[in-house]
């Protein structure tokens, strides 16, 4: 693979843009897909508390020979887990799943409005900043009010926000809150779970560039300027979705994948919603 680009983020560290999703994998799964894309280059693993499989990528990441600190490493604050207090066992209890004593991204994995426990929660993130239990902290599927909450409370604004983000759902209007803040945006579903790899348009600029269309759409995350992570647990899959640093999308077929979105395209839940 060939070099990695990196986005620096508003505390002053680096995020590799491409990282290894593992939701839905076993710690077996987790172990080894890690493994896999360390191996093929990827320096950067998406986890989370609710996935069930932080063990197994701690031992992916163990195994890989690699030093700690060339790899950048997020888990996610679970729901019931959120408040100040208990925020904070939560960290310390992913550590030890994880096998290490820092991870780079803390991440609140749902701002659940209607709880209201996010700004105590938050509090609790920039304490564990505060004690090196983590490098940057962040958010994910915050909205724009969820936001102003929590960097109006603090003034420490998230480094990014991961929110679901795919050519069928391009959240335009969110991403212009991040920008005026310096928030980076962060994909989840980049592929939209695979559906998005189906789509006639997309199809046509794989023919056209001769890539995949997950390389399509993973190189067009890139240079819309998203962290894009990726999910898959099939060795071929891991090392195709990395081999997207040596070409370029014209400004056609960015148009063109532009084109795709759709104000009724969301997968997941909204994090507005009343779930939540
Ligand atoms: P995704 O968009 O990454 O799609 C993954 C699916 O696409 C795979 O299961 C596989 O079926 C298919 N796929 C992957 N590479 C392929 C290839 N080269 N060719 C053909 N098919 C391919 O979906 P995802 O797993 O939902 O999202 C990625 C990651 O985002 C997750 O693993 C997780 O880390 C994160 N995530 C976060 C949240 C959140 O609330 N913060 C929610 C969902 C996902």
Not at 113 to 122: A, E, H, L, N
Request: proline share 7%; aromatic share 6%.
């Amino acid at each position: 693979m060939t070099e990695q680009p990196v986005l620096q983020m508003n505390d002053g560290h680096r995020i590799p843009q491409l990282g290894l999703g593992v939701w839905q994998a076993t710690d077996d799964q987790a172990e080894a897909a890690v493994a896999e894309a360390l191996a093929a280059g990827y320096r950067h693993v998406d986890t989370a508390t609710i996935y069930g499989n932080e063990t197994g990528v701690g031992r992916g990441i163990a195994g890989s020979g690699l030093p700690r600190d060339a790899v950048f490493l997020t888990t996610k604050l679970w729901n019931a887990d959120q408040g100040f207090d208990s925020a904070l066992r939560a960290c310390e209890a992913s550590l030890k799943r994880l096998g290490t004593d820092y991870v780079d991204l803390y991440l609140i994995h749902w701002p659940m409005p209607r709880k209201g426990t996010f700004p105590d929660s938050w509090k609790a993130l920039i304490r564990l900043r505060e004690d090196g239990l983590v490098r940057s902290v962040g958010v994910s599927n915050f909205t724009p009010e969820t936001l102003d909450r929590i960097v109006t409370d603090t003034g420490v604004t998230p480094v990014l926000n991961q929110v679901e983000l795919h050519p069928a759902f391009q959240q335009r209007p969110l991403k212009a809150v991040h920008s005026r803040r310096d928030i980076l945006t962060e994909a989840w579903s980049p592929l939209g779970q695979g559906k998005a790899l189906a789509t006639g348009a997309i199809a046509a600029i794989a023919a056209e560039t001769g890539r995949t269309p997950a390389q399509v759409i993973i190189r067009w995350h890139l240079q819309q300027g998203h962290v894009a992570i990726p999910k898959s647990v099939t060795p071929a899959r891991i090392r195709e979705n990395a081999q997207v640093f040596d070409f370029d999308l014209t400004p056609a077929q960015m148009a063109a994948i532009e084109a795709l979105d759709d104000p009724a395209g969301r997968i997941g839940p909204d994090p507005d919603g009343a779930s939540f």
